[in-house]
């Protein structure tokens, strides 16, 4: 089985991005073969600083290697570094609809953020994100709840393709944990945590030091009641319950039940000293592997001349099947 996922290089990686998509990359490894890419291409539609977008993908390489991605049982590139993503984006353009393009949520929710120029690349973000995934004849793709919209986009585009132009593309299919897929701020846990949208307190960074996530975690919002229990009228006790039973790989009614007749000062104070414990290794993993540029280019070089032998061949299919170029 082929996995295939992309992670945006934007600011520091939060527990959302951990648990909704990294920890899925590493558990990926051992089921199948997993491609992962550092998705750069998709980070210039919008606007964005180019010193920072260099140092973000390095920042994003040590952070998948911090969390266990090993570079001998998979793949991991820069997306820019192949090119084949960018040819095949256009020509699956060419059976995609614009009324489906204008339908994506995450369309509407980033250009209404932007403040000058909405770019064409912004609307065309999910063509490239289909050429992402389909050009490695992709089995299964792990992400967050946020990206399900997206990948319904990419099988659609797909399945279109094969109807036209034959059977050439697998169709792949989403893969999003029970548990921990939408992690909510913790100041505003009706919203999922963003570094675009909430605040510093609202968010756990994955290099967050100790005294700080249990500063965050102790005052998170909760409600005026004082059982630990998930309910659509508890949303920011649910979201502890949450990452709490991703933390520790239970159920969510296994946490509810270790904390039954127990208040929230205690089970903040839980939820803090467990995070802390989990992510530690990480962090201190992470400023090791940041500090030696070379290697994390080292990386991403052989992951790219990998990856591009299979979108070599893909795009190869792809253009004989549309007759594009010279037979």
Known sequence: MRIFSGIQPTGRKHLGNYLGAIRQYVEGQERGEGIYCVVDLHAITVAYDVVELRARVLDTTAMLLAAGLDPARCTLFRQSDVREHTELCWLLASVTAHGDLNRMTQFKEKSARQRELISAGLFLYPVLQAADILAYQTDEVPVGDDQRQHIELTRDIAQRFNERFGETFKV??????????RIMD???????????AGSEAGLVFVTDEPGAIVQKLRSAVT?????V???????????????LAVVRSSKVDEVEASFAGGGYGDFKQAVADELVEYLG?????????????RALEGVLAEGADRARAIAAATLATVRERMGVGAT
């Open 223 to 227: 409600d005026s009641g004082g059982e």
């Open 229 to 243: 229990v998930c309910g659509p009228d508890k949303p920011g006790i649910t979201n502890l319950i949450e990452i």
């Open 172 to 181: 792949p299919v989403h893969r999003i944990p029970e548990v921990g897929a």
């Open 186 to 196: 913790l100041q505003d846990p009706t919203q999922k945590m963003s570094t675009t």
């Open 281 to 293: 290794p990480v962090r201190e993993r992470y400023v090791e592997l940041r500090g030696d540029e």
